[in-house]
């Protein structure tokens, strides 16, 4: 079955700039899409098709696509960023979707 | 304004069906790129994508599970079902549902709107 590959954690200070990277052989085909989710709460969609911010979320929340490997990046990281963050795409149907095993971004 | 709601038991016995009702607001499944998806998590794991249901019934399941899944709309009262069979303690987890909408070239919106969620523990 279809794999997206995001590394489990990240880590970085406050103001700096975090990367968080989700692989998958579709990727270069299939659009992606990002989402944070915080304890206890549900996830909420940051990027869709790749680059896209959804409505709302701040513009130090950015994304880039290259190949089989997208990325989000966060400047200037805030506490309140901290959170897990999945990526999610879709088969190369593009019937069945799939999520990264997530990244657990910590802000030292 | 979108809103969505999870309901079901929250405790169901090894190999007994699992019913869960999505009921929505702020959009309608009758309408042309409206769909509804469900997805689980485990406690502590990661997100599974389980199934969607597109404003036209067309369906699609994660093929992993798709033999256990099965997933209906009723539009007259804005609601998503989804039913799973043969529960076991594995399938313990927060099950959501969530909105998506589709553009002219069949692309997806994402998930841009979630509901809370609710746990369902699978034990004897």
């Known amino acids: 079955s279809y794999e997206l590959t995001q590394p489990p954690s990240v880590s970085v200070s406050p103001g700096q700039t975090a990367t968080i990277t989700c692989s998958g052989d579709?990727?270069?085909?299939?659009?992606s899409y990002w989402y944070q989710q915080k304890p206890g709460q549900a996830p909420l969609l940051l990027i869709y098709?790749?680059?896209q911010r959804a409505s709302g979320i701040p513009e130090r929340f950015s994304a880039s696509s290259s190949g089989t490997t997208v990325t989000l990046t966060i400047s200037g990281v805030q506490a309140e960023d901290e959170a897990d963050y999945y990526c999610?795409?879709?088969?190369?149907?593009?019937?069945?979707?799939?999520f990264g095993g997530g990244t657990k971004l910590t802000v030292l | 304004q979108i809103t969505l709601k999870e309901s079901g038991p929250t405790l169901v016995k090894p190999t007994q069906t699992l019913t869960l009702t999505c009921t929505f607001s702020?959009?309608?499944?009758?309408?042309?790129?409206?769909?509804v998806a469900w997805i689980r998590q485990p406690p502590g794991k990661a997100l599974e994508w389980l199934a969607l249901?597109?404003?036209?019934?067309?369906?699609a399941y994660t093929p992993s599970l798709k033999s256990r899944l099965t997933i209906a709309k009723d539009t007259s009262k804005n609601r998503v079902v989804l039913t799973m069979t043969n529960l076991d303690p594995v399938d313990t987890a927060t099950y959501y549902c969530?909105?998506?909408?589709?553009?002219?070239?069949?692309?997806?919106?994402?998930?841009?709107?979630w509901g809370q969620g609710t746990l369902v523990s699978v034990s004897s």
């Open positions: 969530a909105h998506f909408t589709r553009d002219a070239s069949g692309w997806s919106s994402g998930h841009d709107y």
């Open positions: 702020g959009f309608s499944l009758s309408t042309i790129a409206e769909g």
């Open positions: 249901i597109y404003w036209n019934d067309d369906k």
């Open positions: 579709e990727l270069s085909n299939q659009y």
């Open positions: 098709k790749d680059v």
């Open positions: 999610q795409s879709t088969d190369n149907s593009a019937t069945s979707v799939v």
